[in-house]
Every structure is written in structure tokens, then in C-alpha cells.
């Protein structure tokens, strides 16, 4: 039976550089898809509708919201009427 007194300090040391206490390990590649940050919605649209999905808990002004088209509709309004104003208060000047 070998004692530690037998081993040299360099023994000691080329073994615990050889053989780590913890190697290092790889995680799988699902375990590394999950730890991304992930984007947060306000409410769900019609695409990410899950399992869990319970129209119930949504008023009707939040899905009016995270309708696309209200959004390009409202948008295109608020830029028109803006031009509109600038091009009127031009004109009077």
C-alpha cells in the first residue's frame, strides 16, 4: 500500500493537474437553448396561442393591440395627420 509520504510534491501536482476535481462539462444543447434570454409579449397573438391559452383572461382592447394590421392602420394614420399639420401650418405662413 502506497502512503502520501511517498509521493512527491511535483507527483502531487501533475496529478491533480491531470485529473481536475471538477472537469469541465459540457452542457447538452437543449439545456443551452433554454438559458438564452427569452422576449416577452404583453398578450398573445393568434400564432402563439398555446396550450394554456384562455381568451377569457385578455380584454378585448389587448387583443385590438396585438392585431398587426390595427397597429400598420394606426401608424400610417399618426404619420399622415402629422404631414397634414406640418403642410397646413406651412401654407399659413
Known sequence: MTTVDEFSYDDLERFARDHPK???????????????????????????????Y?????????RLTSNLAVRLVASTVLVGGTGLLVVVALTRA
Not at 400564432?47 to 394554456?52: E, L, T
Not at 384562455?54 to 389587448?62: G, I, K, V
Request: aromatic fraction near 8%; hydrophobic fraction near 25%.
Open 22 to 52: 471538477n472537469p469541465p462539462v459540457k452542457a447538452p444543447l437543449h439545456v443551452e437553448a433554454r438559458q438564452r434570454p427569452r422576449r416577452q409579449r404583453k398578450s398573445p397573438t393568434p400564432a402563439n396561442k398555446g396550450r394554456f
Open 54 to 62: 384562455r381568451p377569457d383572461l385578455f380584454s378585448s382592447w389587448d
